[in-house]
């Protein structure tokens, strides 16, 4: 208890000392989520979408594939983008290992699973005479998926949501491909971690506190981004 006390001041400490590496590793975690998190919705929710509204010959093979990525171990996810990314892998070549880059492709492959699995589990949710009505007002295609995304709007930011929470807590994919080097690919998870093992456990705490934060205020947001949806 005294440990989690003086991890506790200790966070707040480094949070108005304006130390400059513990914001950079503030930044670099968020900038790795961040783009991860794009990336993944960028690519997630048009496949969801896809997959709910369209049948097609193998979407049961995909959506098994999706959910089992679901429940993919993130350190089998950073195994699978090391033996990509080292020398003697087929992207060797563009030299991501141990770089910010790395930590994104393997966020990337951890959220992309949840954000069009979810999308597509909510798109599904949708009634089907929505899209007749779209249709008979003249709707192209383009406009009747985006009819029924913006009813599905609730899930969808369920499944941004699922999605952010797998990565910005992520530590074994990470470290695996990003190696945690100080300065470079050091984040929040990753300096847990080190700090935890080094037996420095007040710092450790302060830099889990200041995850959770940052953590809460995200979901905080997109809390309210929901119930927004909802009126």
């Not at 968020?30 to 783009?35: C, E, F, K, S």
């Not at 959220?111 to 779209?134: E, H, S, W």
């Amino acid at each position: 208890m005294n440990e989690f006390v003086t991890g506790l001041a200790q966070a707040i400490q480094l949070i108005l000392s304006g130390d400059p590496a513990l914001y950079e590793i503030i930044w670099l975690s968020l900038q790795v989520t961040g783009i991860a998190l794009v990336i993944a919705m960028l690519l997630g929710i048009p496949c969801g979408a896809a997959l709910g509204l369209y049948r097609v010959r193998t979407r049961g093979f995909i959506t098994v594939l999706l959910y089992t990525g679901m429940g993919l171990p993130p350190v089998v996810v950073g195994l699978f983008v090391y033996l990509l990314l080292s020398r003697s892998g087929p992207l060797g070549s563009l030299g991501w290992l141990f770089t910010p880059s790395a930590m994104v492709a393997a966020q990337v492959i951890i959220a992309f699973p949840l954000t069009a699995g979810l999308t597509m589990t909510a798109v599904q949710g949708v009634d089907p005479a929505l899209r007749i009505q779209a249709r008979a007002l003249g709707a192209t295609q383009l406009q009747e998926v985006w009819t029924v995304l913006t009813e599905a709007r609730i899930g969808v930011i369920a499944a941004i949501v699922a999605a952010f929470g797998s990565i910005i807590s992520e530590v074994g994919a990470v470290m695996l491909v990003g190696g945690n080097i100080e300065g470079k690919t050091r984040v929040l998870t990753t300096a847990i971690v080190l700090n935890t093992r080094t037996g420095d456990f007040e710092l450790a705490i302060a830099l889990g506190l200041i995850l959770l934060a940052i953590a809460f205020g995200i979901n905080g947001a997109m809390l309210v981004l929901q119930r927004n949806a909802v009126d």
